[in-house]
């Protein structure tokens, strides 16, 4: 690539292809319960208590 960059012929300057990589997430039941129950269950609930509190300060 850069011997045919340097000699000007851009034509023949290719960026290869990466191989692709197995990027699997392996859980357990657990620990899938635990990211159900945090982003389902847990994180909305904190954020609905926040805009409560901003809602009642404001009154």
């Known amino acids: 690539n850069t011997v045919s960059w340097l000699a000007e012929e851009e034509d ?3 960026i290869r292809p990466k191989n692709p990589e197995d990027r699997r997430i392996n859980l357990t039941a657990k ?3 635990m990211i ?3 982003g389902v269950i847990l994180l909305p609930l904190v954020v ?3 805009a409560v509190v901003v809602y009642r300060r404001r009154q």
Request: overall charge positive; cysteine-free.
């Open 12 to 14: 023949l300057v290719s």
């Open 31 to 33: 620990q899938s319960k």
């Open 36 to 38: 159900l129950l945090f």
């Open 48 to 50: 609905l208590s926040a």
